[in-house]
């Protein structure tokens, strides 16, 4: 069972170093110019470069990562920082062909054109053939959409022993639900967008390693390309995190109960959930994760009975993205995953659990 961090502490990480009379809340730095009179010795200096909001947030998800951590404006530019701080022209990667599809997109359409080999595999099959010559991995587990699993230790460790570098993208079940860098990963990205951040209310990612060098790449990547987070929605994703651990157990709690009705739901053909016995990667989650999540997702006969039912739901928001306070639902195929036209992505969300089944129930039943 994978350790969890002590969000308690993480609650109080500000408040323990705070002078008599400073303000508990974190302040919004809205400034692109700092005072600096002479040298910079170390002084925040222009806005593309320092900000003290920014380094407020990077603590906190430090603390949770349990590593140095820099934030970036969407966890497509967490993504991007990470692979551009990593690859050359010449540099071999692999990627997975099942998660998420802008990330297949930014390797097909910018690395590739660099020099930079780009493959796929499945996340089932994702170790066949091994990972010798490969310079990067990038790994997704669970895989967005399909929940398939993959086990991080040992690609970890097979990755190292050819020279490679990894990265897992984290989004899905966040540092409170499992934890790559512990696994031996080197690099760890998310979306803070989603869960971290919970609201739906602010775009946001973060990177996070170990690897000292690593993270100075990282680092100049973001300063010179200008891939930077705003300060009000740096100050936004520090009042998410403050409620992550209540809103993640709600979320991950509720969403078993529902996996668990779902799966002899009369109108429900299939479901994936890592929390449930039979599903393929239930093995590999409990020996993984400290969570199995609050996405689960099931196949419905057809893509009007996926339409009917999403859009049929009071308590279910028809959108892209998840992970926030509302649930949330999607027909992926419209997006071009390669899944079946009745494929339904749910988020859930913190709404009561027994009034949010009876409106899915209700939901599915008017399918007949």
């Known amino acids: 069972m994978a350790r969890t961090p002590k969000t308690g502490e993480m609650l109080h990480l500000r408040g323990n170093a705070l002078s008599k009379g400073e303000p508990v809340a974190l302040p919004l730095t809205q400034s692109s110019m700092f005072h600096m009179p002479g040298a910079p010795d170390g002084h ?54 099942d998660g998420y599809y802008v990330t297949r997109l930014l390797a097909d359409r910018f ?32 895989s967005n959409p399909g929940l398939d699993m993959i086990d991080l230790a040992q690609v970890a460790r097979d990755v190292r022993a050819v020279g490679g570098i990894t990265i897992a993208d984290n989004t899905t079940l966040t540092p409170l639900g499992q934890r790559p860098l512990d696994l ?6 998310a979306s803070d967008t989603k869960a971290m951040g919970g ?20 680092e100049e990547w973001r300063r010179i390309s200008g891939a930077i987070p705003g300060p009000h929605e740096a100050w936004l994703l520090h009042r998410g995190l403050e409620t992550l651990d209540v809103r993640f157990d709600r979320m991950c709690s509720s969403a078993q109960v529902l996996a668990e ?14 929390g449930l016995p039979s599903d393929p990667s239930h093995d590999l989650a409990r020996k993984q994760t400290a969570r199995f999540g609050f996405l689960l997702t099931i196949t419905l006969a057809s893509e009007d009975q996926a339409e009917r ?45 027994d009034e949010l089944w009876q409106a899915l129930n209700d939901s599915l039943k008017a399918l007949a």
């Open 309 to 353: 039912f999403i859009n049929g739901c009071p308590l279910l928001r028809p959108a892209t993205s998840f992970g926030g306070v509302h649930s949330s639902a999607e027909r992926r195929a419209r997006w071009g995953d390669q899944v079946d036209p009745g494929f339904v992505r749910l988020s859930v969300g913190c709404e009561p659990v």
């Open 111 to 142: 690395l590739a054109p660099l020099g930079v080999s780009v493959e796929e595999r499945p996340t089932t099959a994702f170790a066949q053939g091994g990972f010798d010559g490969f310079d990067v991995v990038f790994v997704e587990s669970p």
């Open 44 to 97: 925040p200096t222009y806005g593309r470069a320092d900000n003290p909001t920014w380094t407020q947030v990077e603590h906190v998800l430090a603390h949770l990562e349990d590593a140095p951590c820099l934030i970036f404006p969407s966890g497509m530019g967490a993504i991007s920082a990470a692979l551009f701080a990593t690859v050359r022209a010449g540099s071999r990667i692999l990627i997975p062909s």
């Open 184 to 189: 031996g990963i080197d690099i760890v990205v």
């Open 199 to 218: 609201h739906s209310d602010l775009l946001m990612g973060h990177v996070a390693s170990r690897n000292a060098q690593i993270m100075e790449r990282v």
């Open 261 to 274: 009705r779902l799966a002899s739901h009369p109108a429900v053909s299939q479901i994936r959930y890592p």
